[in-house]
């Protein structure tokens, strides 16, 4: 088991209200995501906890491209995976960051 950490400025806090949500399953080619809303405004963790070593720089480059889209200020984000490919990474992490602006778990 592999676990990575980044830690994002935001230049804005996520939208909504909402405190945490829990988005995805662990099972084969897909991830579990956590998001909490615990830190300041403007900052983002992510912890990845992964199965699959050796993909660090891809989930960073990942991680990166979601905190410019979503800019997801105030958030840890805690995921666990099951393999999953980077485009399905980015598909929970945004739908993540969607019901936490709408307010519906």
Known sequence: METLKFRHTTPAPAA???????????ASGNLEVLLERTLPETECT????????GYGELWEAVV???VERASPGG????IN???AR??????????GVRTMEAGRE
């Open 16 to 26: 909504g209200e909402m405190r945490s949500a829990l988005i995805g399953v662990v």
């Open 46 to 53: 992510v912890e990845i906890a992964t199965q699959v070593r």
């Open 64 to 66: 990166a491209d979601f």
């Open 75 to 78: 958030l840890r984000i805690s």
């Open 81 to 83: 995976d099951g393999g």
């Open 86 to 95: 980077p485009d399905t990474v980015m598909l929970r992490l945004l739908q």
